[in-house]
Every structure is written in structure tokens, then in C-alpha cells.
């Protein structure tokens, strides 16, 4: 039966009751907007979270966010003073009236299987102290005039026309059209082949969170994608841009029974195409698979007309049960009404789970009282966002009752519920059940009297909800957009200077679109670029490159005049942005090579490209100043005042890097005036080596080795190796045995300048010690500096030995005395140097034993 506060209500129910009625696209919905901002207060009641949410921002920006709440099942944000409230169905308020307007939309919906007695329910009983509307399809034009008492009808007209435009393959559907599909895998399989030959599609599921959802038809509002892959969610409310629908199958399942969509269903969702002034076309998908995948002509007719039965019956449930035991409240949900129009509606998901757990024994024996009984049906109506059925939601409810039984769920407990679907790792599925399990969390954050720290619970639920739908969004648009192809698509013929390329950083982007990079001026396309996009992504790059080139070209020349361009010369190869731009080539000389410009630099604009070049030349002439000694010495070498001998001389040094043995170098052969000359030019003539002093730098030692192998110069006679990037006074043998810039003394290098400096000391020593020149004369030397300088005593000995020196090693003591040893003396002997007819006396040769025993006198 049905209620008294049902009569009273339908008796006692104000004025002013308003049915707006008619297919999509009428304007329904905004007017309610309209005469909802016109009242001191209001609500209105969606069928959908999602257009709730859509409707608040509206709202907000007319009104004030201070002003304006929404209410659903998962989300709740109430202003302290708010008079406006856009709400779901299911939360919306009935039986407070005050409220000064009130809307229910999509009142159509009463017909709804498992909803639809909500819906019946608002259309009864939820009034508006000055005005009511309901919002809703034609069809429910004799049900609103027969359960609601001098209600006013106003039937609205579409704003544009409706037509059918047939049966296309995939590869023929329009650009700026939605194809919808009745299951998951088929809205992936269509999806993925509109990935492959036009870019690739928007994907709206029921399934997917309304973040999501908003997230997918972004791209498409936006045109970075020019189709929409729906199921029969579309149909709800979604205001798209879509001039054609087309239909995948005329079949659903609709949770009891596969049957062929109703004329109305098919006019809800071919509704969508056509907005505001603009027409719109529907038709069927060839190939799909499906049986019944064209229109009949009375179908198409009554879609184009909007002509379609009236809805005879709305479903209805008892909105008011008893709570005096479960079994009562059962009997009350299941009774059927005794008005006209209206049915019992089908066992509904909560209905359901209440008569599975009213047989579990542990369950009922805690149902005590009017308000356990009550709590436990608040329970039981928590809906069943996972959709895997009664058995297993029951499940779920019912370890939830056990939780709430006796109180509030506590905030540690919550809020590892919720840190436990905080992942964002998964493939789509993977996802798609976390957001409808934090869904569920949402829903019970939300609840009044639940969860302690509500507040704080709901907040984190929403967050982690947020991060998921994000998570999902960027999967879909991986799987199902090629944004390459979507950029091409977009244009009118394969025309690539329609299309618009820039640089950013080293991203060459054509249309907003990574194509590839370009590294200094040498372009690379993307490797991971599809085969039939590469020509035409290529030809459009190449088209605009020389003016993006010719940029670039006058930024690096601006550099290079001002002294800060990050230029690079190794191994002969001047390199910019890590790319090579030019080479040197054996010019004139060793040290006057030809910069020789790279092939990248030929799609530079000549006029730039000539200015770039002349910029790097003064560039190389800059980086070689540090053989600027060297060049002193190449220049010199071609005088007449040299002559043969001093000529040949500068030349090896050269060659050599301004490094040579002083044996064998002919400089004893020079004259005074040749040696005042070579003096002049820097070089150093050593006891034992000839070097110049400003070439004992890592980076001149760098730079001659290149030209040197650029020119073809034997560099194994002179110091070879690669130089350190310090030149210490000593380093060990073992890591470089012809390290540039020292002398090899067995297990230790020293630097040629360190070797000179010390043998100088030796040879003031003598002098001091012998008041005059004669070389027979014994003096003792103190190893201190030298070993300072990181020789070992050995290593000391052995450089004396090289620079003529002979050591006088002392008598043992006899057996028996005690003491010092006596100091180890030297003497020195002039080295034989080159005689007239060039034999070189080698010094007596001495074993390493013989050092090592004479570095530990010398240490003493």
C-alpha cells in the first residue's frame, strides 16, 4: 500500500509545479539553472555525480562558491550559509520545504529499473515552497499529468534536427563523431583501430570516474582528438560538441536479458549529436558484427519526429518503511502500491543485499531495536560501484556491519583502507577497480554519523581518487591517441606547410607534437615516429628547419662574438650543443689548420651560414693563443737570420710540441748569435732537455697533439701519452711512461723545468764547495728539496746521474767502529756531447739496485 504521507503530501503540495518537457537538446537544463538563480534558494536533483559537479561550478560563478553546495553519495561540500544546492537524486531533500524552488531532472528515469523508484519518489514529493519543475523526456507527459494534480506542461522543441544518415564503415565516419558501443571490449577494439588511421579517440565508459570522464571529453571538446568511443553513458547529460552518432549495435544487455535498444533509448543517445542551432546526423557502424546493426524505418522515423510511446508505468518503492524488525522492513520494501501508473520496482542491488544477509544468523542476532535496524538498512544501500553482483557486495556490506555495529569506524582504520588503493601503477582494469573501490570508501567518508574525522577521511578519499582518475586518464590516452596522427588529421590534404613547427628546447614540435630533435644543426626525426607519418612529419620539419636553422645560427654567431658560445674543439673536431659543426684540416703549417665546415651547416641560409663560418675562425684563432709560443718559434724558423742548424732546431721543436733532448738536438752546434736568438724566442736550454716553459701547461700540450695528428706528425719520439689535467712536479712511471712535459726516471717522471731547477742547485753546490770550476773536486748535496718535491731519494740519484754527475760512495767502517756513516760526495763530469763526426759516448750504465742503495745513503 502506499503511504499516508504520500496523500498528504500530493494534497497538501504547493503551487506552482512545472513540467518542461522534451527530446535532448531543448535547453531544458539551463532553463532550470535560470529560475534556480532567480529564487532567494533552491535545488535540483541529476541522475549523475558528474553533471551535479558540472552544474555547481556553473552555479558557483554566478552566485559565489560561499553560497552554493554540493551534495552527492561521495562528495559533499556545504557552506555554512549556502542556499543553493545541486545535488544527485538519491541525495537530494524531500520533505524540507524551505526551499523556494526545487528541480528534478531527467525525471524520465522513474522508469529505470534499479533507480527508478527514486526518481518516483522526488517527482511525488519534492516541492519548492514557490516553485517546482520536472525536467524529462515527452514520454512522461501522461504520467506527470496523472500523478501530479494541476501540474503545467510545457513541451519544448529540439533546437536543431535529427537525421539519419546510414551505415558507414569506421574509416568513413566523420571527423567530430561519437561511436558508441554496448561493452568494454568493444569500445577498446573500436578505439584502438581509430588509433591506428586517425589518431586515435576520447573513451567514455560508465565505469570510469567522473574526474576521468571530464579528463576524455576534454580532449575531444578540445579537438586534440576528433572522436568520442562511448557505451550508453553518453546518453546522460554529457554536453558535447558531436555532429554525428554512430552506433557500434542496436543491442544491449540490460542486466537480466539481451534485447534490442528501445526507440527512446536510441533517440536519447543519437540526441547527442547536434547542438544549439547546429544539426546533427546518427547512423550504424558497418562491420561491427552485430545482427541488428540497422535501423528499421519506423525507428528512424521516430527518432527524426520524436514521436515515442508514452511511458505507462513508473516504478515505486515504499520510501518510508518500517524499522521495527528486518523482516518488516523487508515486507514494507516489497509491498506494492495501490495507486494507478505506479509498480513495485525489481529487486533493486540493497534489497537485494538485505535479504541475502537477513539469513546470516551473526547478522541478525546484532539487529536490536527501531535503530540498529535502521543503521543496518544505511548500510545495506551502499551502492555497489565494483558491479560484481549481490554476492559479492553482500560480503563487503556485511564486514562493514560488523565495523559500524557498535559505533564510528575509527580514522587509523580509514585511512589505511584508503592508503592500501593509493597505487597508480596498473593497466586499465587495474585502475578502473581501485577508483571503484575508493569510490565505495568515499561514499562511507561521507556519511554523518560513520566515520570519526569525517572531514579528513573524505578529503583523503577524494584525493586518492583524483591521483587514480589521473593515473587512468594518461593509460587511455596512451592506449587509444596517437597524437601524430591526430595533428595530420586535422588537416585538409597532406599540405605540410599548413602545419605549424617551432622549437623548443632541442624538441622540434610540429603543431604541439614531438617529431624529433635537433642537436646543434643536425635534425633527427623520432625513432619511435609510425612508418606512414614519418615522410609527411619529416617533409613539414624540413620545410621550416632553415628559418628555425638560420636562428640558430645567429644566436651561436652573437655568442661567439661575445665570448660565451659553449664551443668544443676535441680530436680535430669543433663540436656545438654535443654536436659536430666543423673539422680542422692540415693547413700551411702544424699550427695554421683550415677549418673545414660540416655538411649540417648546408641547410643554413647562405648569408648566415657565411657569418657563422667567419665566427668560428676567429674562434679557432682565439682557442690556439696558448701556442702562441710555438707559433713564435714556426715563424722564426722560416727567417734567413736563422740559418740551417737553428732552422732545423726550431723546426723539431715544432714538431715535438717545444719539447726535445738536449742530446742530438744540435744545439752545441749554434753559434753565440744563434743562442742568443733561441733565448730570445723563449726556449730554455736545460742540462739535459730544451723546452719552452709556457708549453708545460695541460691545455697547450691538448691542442699541439691535436694539429699534430691532423698534420700527420710522428708524436711516439717526442713525449707521447694524453696529459694530465695538472702537470705536478712529479708523477709515478707506472700510470705514464712517456707522459708530455717530463723526463722518464725509471719509476718516477719529473718535469722537465723541476729536473733543470734541481740540477742548477747541484751545480751551485759544486761551485760553492769548490771555489772554482775545476770537475775533479768532491761536494756533498742535500736531497731535502728534491724529495719535497716528491722525487725519492733513488729517483734523485738517478737524475744526477743524467746530468753527469758520479757519486763517490763511502768506505764501510771497519769491524768493530761505531757511527755514522760518512756522506755519500759527488763529482762532476762534463757529458760528451756531439763531436764532429756525431758519436754520442753513452755514460756507464748503473742498475737499479745500485740507485736504490745509493737513495738510502742519500736518505741518511
Known amino acids: 500500500m502506499v503511504h499516508d504521507r504520500h496523500a498528504s503530501s500530493r494534497k497538501d503540495a504547493p503551487s506552482g509545479v512545472k513540467a518542461v518537457l522534451g527530446p535532448t537538446n531543448t535547453g531544458k537544463t539551463h532553463l532550470a539553472i535560470e529560475r534556480l538563480c532567480a529564487h532567494s534558494s533552491g535545488a535540483i536533483g541529476f541522475p549523475l555525480r558528474l553533471l551535479a559537479r558540472e552544474v555547481y561550478d556553473r552555479v558557483c560563478k554566478i552566485k559565489g562558491e560561499k553560497s552554493v553546495a554540493l551534495i552527492t553519495g561521495e562528495e559533499r561540500i556545504e557552506p555554512k550559509d549556502a542556499r543553493y544546492l545541486l545535488c544527485t537524486v538519491e541525495a537530494m531533500p524531500v520533505t524540507e520545504r524551505s526551499l523556494a524552488f526545487v528541480a528534478i531532472d531527467e525525471a524520465q528515469l522513474g522508469a529505470d529499473r534499479e533507480r527508478g523508484h527514486v526518481f518516483t519518489d522526488r517527482l511525488l514529493h519534492a516541492r519548492g515552497r514557490e516553485e517546482t519543475m520536472i525536467l524529462g523526456s515527452a514520454t512522461l507527459e501522461p504520467m506527470v499529468k496523472s500523478l501530479v494534480p494541476d501540474v503545467e506542461v510545457v513541451t519544448r522543441p529540439r533546437f536543431s534536427t535529427l537525421s539519419h544518415a546510414g551505415a558507414k564503415k569506421l574509416s568513413r565516419i566523420p571527423p567530430r563523431s561519437a561511436i558508441v558501443a554496448f561493452s568494454a571490449e568493444q569500445v577498446y577494439a573500436i578505439a584502438e583501430m581509430l588509433r591506428r588511421f586517425r589518431g586515435g579517440a576520447a573513451v567514455v565508459m560508465g565505469a570510469l570516474s567522473p574526474q576521468t570522464r571530464n579528463a576524455q571529453v576534454a580532449l575531444y571538446q578540445s579537438g586534440e582528438v576528433d572522436y568520442l568511443v562511448a557505451t550508453d553513458a553518453i546518453g546522460m547529460g554529457l554536453n558535447l560538441d558531436v555532429e554525428h552518432v554512430a552506433f557500434a549495435g542496436l543491442s544491449k544487455f540490460d542486466g537480466q536479458r539481451h534485447r534490442r535498444l528501445t526507440t527512446s533509448e536510441m533517440a536519447q543517445i543519437a540526441g547527442r549529436a547536434g547542438r544549439h542551432q547546429k544539426d546533427g546526423t546518427f547512423g550504424t557502424l558497418t562491420g561491427s558484427g552485430g545482427h541488428d546493426s540497422e535501423f528499421e524505418p519506423d525507428e528512424v522515423y521516430a527518432i527524426e519526429e520524436h514521436r515515442f510511446p508514452p511511458l505507462t508505468r513508473l516504478f515505486w518503492r515504499d520510501p518510508e518503511p518500517r524499522f521495527d524488525s528486518v523482516a518488516t522492513l523487508i515486507s514494507d520494501l516489497e509491498t506494492p502500491p495501490d495507486r494507478e501508473g505506479l509498480v513495485l520496482a525489481p529487486e533493486a542491488i540493497d534489497l537485494a543485499v538485505l535479504k541475502r544477509l537477513s539469513e546470516d544468523g551473526t547478522v541478525m542476532d546484532s539487529l536490536r531495536g527501531h535503530a540498529m535496524v535502521r543503521r543496518f538498512w544505511e548500510v545495506c544501500r551502499l551502492p555497489d560501484f565494483r558491479q560484481q553482483g549481490v554476492e559479492t557486495h553482500s560480503r563487503f556490506v556485511s564486514r562493514l556491519w560488523q565495523d559500524l555495529r557498535n559505533g564510528e569506524l575509527g580514522a587509523d582504520y580509514m585511512a589505511q583502507q584508503i592508503a592500501r588503493l593509493d597505487l597508480t601503477g596498473g593497466d586499465i582494469d587495474t585502475l578502473q577497480g581501485r577508483i571503484a573501490a575508493i569510490r565505495s570508501w568515499a561514499y562511507i567518508a561521507q556519511r554523518p554519523d560513520w566515520v570519526l574525522a569525517r572531514e579528513e577521511m573524505a578529503a583523503r578519499a577524494r584525493a586518492v581518487e583524483a591521483r587514480l582518475s589521473d593515473a587512468l586518464h594518461g593509460k587511455l590516452t596512451e592506449r587509444f591517441i596517437n597524437r601524430r596522427t591526430a595533428v595530420l588529421m586535422k588537416k585538409l590534404g597532406p599540405d605540410a606547410g599548413l602545419l605549424s613547427v617551432r622549437l623548443e628546447d632541442a624538441e622540434v614540435l610540429v603543431e604541439g607534437e614531438h617529431i624529433g630533435s635537433l642537436h646543434g644543426f643536425a635534425f633527427q626525426v623520432d625513432p619511435a615516429a609510425r612508418h606512414s607519418d614519418r615522410k ?76 657563422l663560418v667567419a665566427a668560428l675562425e676567429a674562434w679557432l684563432e682565439t682557442a690556439l693563443e696558448p701556442l702562441a709560443p710555438l707559433a713564435k718559434l714556426d715563424e722564426a724558423s722560416r727567417t734567413e737570420e736563422a740559418g740551417p742548424d737553428l732552422r732545423a732546431l726550431l723546426i723539431t721543436l715544432v714538431d715535438r710540441g717545444g719539447m726535445i733532448a738536449r742530446d742530438g738536438s744540435g744545439v752545441d752546434r749554434l753559434d753565440k748569435a744563434r743562442r742568443t736568438m733561441l733565448a730570445k724566442l723563449g726556449v730554455r736550454v736545460g742540462a739535459l732537455d730544451l723546452f719552452l716553459p709556457a708549453m708545460l701547461r695541460p691545455a697547450p700540450i691538448a691542442l699541439w697533439r691535436q694539429l699534430a695528428k691532423i698534420a700527420d706528425k710522428d708524436i711516439s719520439k717526442g713525449s707521447g701519452g694524453e696529459p694530465d689535467a695538472a702537470m705536478p712536479p712529479t708523477m709515478d712511471a707506472t700510470k705514464r711512461h712517456k707522459a708530455p712535459g717530463y723526463r722518464n726516471l725509471g719509476k718516477q717522471l719529473v718535469r722537465l723545468d723541476i729536473a733543470e731547477k734541481l740540477l742548477r742547485e747541484a751545480h751551485e753546490a759544486r761551485s760553492a764547495a769548490s771555489g772554482h770550476k775545476g770537475p775533479s773536486r768532491s761536494f756533498s748535496l742535500d736531497p731535502a728539496r728534491a724529495v719535497s718535491m716528491g722525487l725519492t731519494t733513488a729517483s734523485y740519484a738517478r737524475l744526477l746521474r743524467f746530468g753527469g754527475f758520479q757519486a763517490m760512495m763511502p768506505r764501510p767502517l771497519p769491524e768493530g767502529a761505531h757511527g755514522a756513516p760518512a756522506p755519500v760526495r759527488w763529482r762532476w763530469r762534463p757529458p760528451q756531447r756531439e763531436r764532429e763526426a756525431e758519436v754520442t759516448t753513452p755514460a756507464p750504465k748503473r742498475s737499479d739496485s745500485a740507485f736504490a742503495a745509493l737513495g738510502e745513503l742519500l736518505g741518511r
Open 536 to 611: 609527411l612529419l619529416l617533409a613539414a620539419a624540413e620545410r621550416h628547419l632553415p628559418a628555425l636553422l638560420q636562428s640558430r645560427a645567429e644566436a651561436l654567431t652573437a655568442a661567439v662574438h661575445e665570448g660565451v658560445a659553449p664551443l668544443a674543439l676535441e680530436n680535430g673536431k669543433l663540436s656545438w650543443d654535443g654536436e659536430k659543426i666543423a673539422a680542422l684540416s692540415a693547413g700551411r703549417s702544424l699550427l695554421a689548420p683550415v677549418l673545414v665546415p660540416d655538411r649540417v651547416l648546408d641547410a643554413i641560409p647562405a648569408p648566415a651560414r657565411k657569418t
